[in-house]
């Protein structure tokens, strides 16, 4: 063990044993997980996990790092708080569409706004899993749940549309069904500075089997989805034979020499947001991948800062001169 | 003629004083009369300055020596239209030679800037009271945003009291005459003007005003001189005009123990203690925290120590506030949350994770008038129930809980000693009445502060995260510890090794565990002291914010030779050991709380067969003294 930083995916599973339905999306995210974070030169016990309430939120157990199963919807309140306590610390969040999205909205965004200098993975299945089968915010209008046995009313949110309208600075989508390129955007994640946002299209086999068939499923995805990566050309198909390109506030198809350069790095965050809105169109590829990736002032930084700027200019601070102040007064 | 002429009131106890003295030409030779304890209440609007003018008495009655207490009471609008009822702000100060524990059941002054202060705080006063009513605020508009059709000069309504009328508008307006500043300037000294004639009244040396307002307004010369004018010219108006045909002092208090005295609000006192109480574990601070009435000033004030390594962040909500305090405690800082009522149940949850995951924090509740938003700005201490049992689950935790403003120093510190000793949340129960009020705080010598430093475990040998040692106490690591990564949440865990588990036998174990670590606390806390006899008819029990009132009522019914005692409860969860016999040697355990009787409920499942008498008040406001000595006198016959 002299050498802690050389880990391997076997060093970072831990010993429980996990319980996920078999066929389940979140063993796929989890192996990956695994091997991105062996790969990153931090030792095991530099990573912390913090997780809300849900399926994807056990994850934490089958990680052998430290690790933090809360309240359902708060992760990002305490794992603010550990970043902050512990700034040398990698700190990851597991949510879902139900933990991070609805009862935890609230805090999602705020997470994002402050730009906290922590990782955030959103496991989407568009149901609710843990509770057995009722629908979700991003859950398709109409879709039949236990609870919504006639068709839920409830139009749904675009995580990735609330990511960006919340000042995210770094923004990504990728898919359970696809290790690969899941492990190419962790890794892109891992070295941003500052929040990283990453969607993850999740299959639920048991309540919402086959939710991302049509876009993710591994012989259609190369023909329904665009891969977004900076500075590439949005070229995707079987063939790398199509392209589509930014047309002011929509998108158009093109052939694949007349495809668009992706810039995630742009200032405005309008054309990641118009690229997000092609969830659900039948014309065009649904978008994955680098969505945005630019640099803003991280918080948990930005607060030890302030604190050693006082530091600097007050000397550190002594009790005793808070408690006798010049006011005080003595009786003999 | 006076301008200002006193109206001596028919009944007024001044009237026999007056023609007893038959006044001579010097006013400096007015007789001086000495009074052992005053109460005067300054009021206004919003907007008049009566907040510093209360705080500035204040100071100086602590320069020569008084014991004190002080009530601000201003209206939970920031600033309601000028001139309205609901736009008086007050201020309560009772200085005085001997001990005092209350700012006082009835004010012998009021000082009223304008009708509407007048109105409001009339009904409070002593009989024979003295009133100053600032008359250049006083014509027909005035009248009419207080809501009266009749000026109560007129009305018959300070009959019996001793009314003192003065245009101090305009007396400002003359002695500013000259300098430079523009009318609406010039107004915002009245307060001044108004602190000097109180002064003057009641003897206290100008110097610590001045002082203060030189280094208050060091960057406006022009202000300074203002003030110290305005100051001056009320403190000179004393003897040149003819409003008062006597003079007061109240000596210093020679019962004051030695030491090194400062006048402290209750939130003050709580934040330092939590500084104190974070440097004796050797912890850094984080405090996660939401705006809300009465506990921002705790934010405020810790949000300036940042050369004492204190974080704080403002979190989203009540919930994100108590979640980041919870992330920094697994991290291994002191966590810290504070909030009053609402933000409390907001945080119901979060506190159950504390508990289940055994990792300290300190919840501080600056209790208010309840229940949903209630009266933000009155007082109650009707939390108490929810501190000790609100939680879904068997969710032990202990409470500690604030008598007085300098007592919060004190027990903040000792919130932070049970949570860091014991891996526990603590909830820290303070109230709007102390959080507001004020008192003279004799300074801890820093020796007496013991050091309990908090304890983090490296060694990965045997560990697992509930592992116990003799108290019952689990390991506290810090993530980034090599050897030791391990993983806690609020799913129940085996005892044995800290895995998820929900084995039906271990779950009985595990909440036996958490129930007894809890009662642990009590191997370290003392039982509580009685005041006055050890035996006899009456012992009234009090917790939080009452002791003052209880205190002053059972000395007064002491000192009329009747038996009765006081004991008081800091560590209201759980209770101290020894507390049982020291109730059965009295006949009726008295129990009065600003509340529907939840201390008695509490006590009565605990010690059941001690014949608890619950004494409730829920008017937003303290017990009075004199409502505490009548209803011990009817007991006790």
């Not at chain 1, 040398?88 to 999602?108: A, E, F, P, Q, R």
């Not at chain 1, 990511?163 to 492990?183: I, N, Q, S």
């Amino acid at each position: 063990m002299s050498d802690t930083n050389i880990l391997t995916k076997k060093d970072l599973k831990s010993d429980q044993e996990v319980r996920w339905c078999p066929g389940c999306g979140d063993y796929s995210i989890l192996n990956s997980m695994q091997a991105v974070l062996a790969g990153l030169g931090i030792p095991k016990e530099e990573f912390c996990i913090v997780s809300g309430i849900g399926c994807s939120s056990r994850f934490p157990y089958y990680m052998n790092t430290y690790g933090f199963h809360t309240i359902h919807g708060r992760a990002p309140g305490i794992a603010t708080g550990v970043k902050i306590a512990n700034p040398n610390l990698s700190v990851w969040m597991i949510t879902g569409d139900g933990d991070g999205l609805s009862i935890g909205g609230n805090h999602m965004i705020h997470i994002l706004r402050r730009n906290v200098d922590v990782k955030i993975l959103l496991f989407n299945n568009q149901i609710y899993g843990l509770t057995k089968g009722q629908y979700s915010p991003t859950s398709p209008a109409g879709l039949r749940t236990k609870s919504s046995p006639y068709g839920s009313v409830d139009r749904s949110f675009n995580p990735l549309k609330l990511a960006l309208g919340a000042g995210a600075t770094f923004v990504a989508r990728t898919m359970d069904t696809h290790p690969k390129h899941m492990e190419q955007v962790l890794l892109e994640a891992a070295t941003h500075r500052g929040s990283a946002f990453v969607e993850i299209f999740q299959n639920c086999v048991i309540f919402n089997d086959g939710c991302f068939d049509a876009v993710a499923g591994r012989k259609v995805r190369d023909e329904r989805t665009v891969d977004l990566r900076a500075g590439e050309a949005m070229v995707y198909g079987d063939n790398h034979d199509k392209g589509i390109r930014l047309d002011g506030f929509d998108v158009r198809a093109t052939s694949a020499a007349e495809a668009g350069v992706w810039d995630p790095t742009v200032v405005s965050s309008a054309p990641a947001t118009v690229l997000a809105e092609l969830d659900g169109r039948e014309d065009l590829p649904t978008a994955v991948g680098l969505f945005r990736r630019v640099n803003a002032p991280v918080f948990d930084q930005d607060v030890h800062a302030q604190v050693r700027a006082v530091l600097e200019r007050k000397g550190p601070g002594r009790l005793e001169d808070l408690l006798y102040t010049k006011d005080a007064w003595t009786v003999s | 003629m006076r301008k200002d002429a006193a109206r001596p009131a028919a009944r007024a106890p001044w009237d026999t004083l007056r023609t007893m003295t038959s006044l001579p030409n010097t006013r400096a030779e007015l007789p001086l009369q000495q009074q052992e304890s005053v109460v005067i209440r300054f009021a206004g609007d919003s907007g008049d300055g009566m907040q510093i003018t209360g705080n500035q008495f204040t100071d100086t009655s602590a320069f020569v020596g008084n014991d004190l207490a002080t009530l601000p009471d201003f209206p939970a609008e920031i600033r309601a239209p000028v001139g309205t009822r609901p736009g008086v702000s007050g201020f309560q100060v009772r200085f005085s030679s001997a001990d005092v524990h209350t700012p006082g059941d009835q004010p012998d002054v009021l000082v009223a800037m304008n009708p509407a202060a007048l109105i409001v705080n009339i009904r409070d006063l002593k009989p024979g009271a003295i009133i100053v009513l600032n008359t250049g605020n006083w014509g027909e508009v005035d009248l009419k945003k207080a809501k009266l059709d009749i000026d109560p000069r007129k009305s018959g309504v300070l009959d019996g009291f001793r009314v003192i009328e003065i245009d101090i508008n305009t007396r400002v307006k003359e002695a500013l005459a000259s300098s430079g500043l523009s009318s609406k300037d010039v107004q915002r000294c009245k307060n001044f003007y108004t602190l000097g004639l109180m002064y003057w009244l009641y003897s206290r040396p100008l110097e610590p005003t001045l002082k203060w307002l030189e280094k208050k307004f060091a960057k406006s010369p022009e202000l300074v001189n203002a003030n110290q004018t305005a100051l001056r010219a009320g403190y000179n108006a004393g003897d040149i005009h003819e409003h008062f045909q006597t003079r007061y002092a109240v000596a210093r208090c020679e019962t004051m123990l030695p030491g090194t005295y400062r006048n402290i609000m209750g939130n003050q006192a709580l934040s330092l203690g939590l500084v104190a109480g974070a440097n004796l574990a050797r912890l850094k601070i984080f405090l996660g925290s939401y705006p809300i009435t009465p506990a921002s000033d705790i934010l405020h004030q810790l949000s300036s120590y940042k050369d004492h390594g204190v974080i704080t962040m403002q979190a989203e909500d009540e919930i994100a506030a108590i979640c980041s305090a919870i992330g920094a405690a697994f991290a291994g800082q002191l966590g810290i949350t504070t909030t009053s009522g609402p933000g409390m149940a907001l945080k119901t949850e979060a506190m159950g994770l504390a508990i289940s995951t055994e990792l300290p924090l300190v919840i501080v509740d600056i209790q208010r008038a309840g229940p949903s938003t209630g009266m933000p700005t009155k007082t109650e201490q009707s939390d108490l129930l929810m501190a000790v049992f609100g939680r879904n689950g068997d969710a032990p935790m202990p409470v500690v809980s604030c008598s007085t403003p300098a007592d919060a120093f004190e027990c903040a510190i000792e919130a932070v000693r049970i949570a860091t000793q014991f891996m526990t949340p603590v909830i820290l129960l303070s109230d709007g009445y102390i959080a507001n009020g004020s008192e003279p705080w004799r300074l801890p010598k820093m020796a007496d502060l013991v050091p309990f430093p908090a304890v983090f475990r490296t060694d990965p040998e045997g560990f697992h995260p509930f592992l116990r040692d003799a108290r019952g106490v689990r390991p506290w690591v810090k993530p980034g510890t090599k050897g030791l990564e391990h993983r806690i949440g609020g799913l129940e865990k085996d005892a044995d090794s800290g895995n998820i588990s929900y084995d039906a036998k271990n779950h009985e174990r595990m909440t036996n565990l958490r129930h007894q670590k809890v009662l642990n606390v009590r191997d370290t806390i003392p039982t509580p002291a009685v005041f006055g006899p050890e035996q006899g008819d009456l012992l009234v029990l009090g917790w939080g914010s009452t002791y003052g009132s209880i205190r002053s009522a059972v000395d007064l019914v002491q000192r009329q030779g009747k038996s009765v005692a006081q004991i008081h409860i800091r560590h209201v969860w759980p209770m101290a050991k020894g507390l049982d016999e020291i109730f059965a040697r009295y006949r009726t355990v008295l129990v009065p709380e600003l509340n529907m009787g939840q201390m008695t409920r509490l006590l009565r499942s605990e010690y059941p067969g001690i014949p608890f008498l619950s004494y409730p008040k829920v008017q937003g406001l303290p017990f009075t003294t004199t409502e505490l000595v009548e209803r011990i006198q009817t007991i006790l016959g």
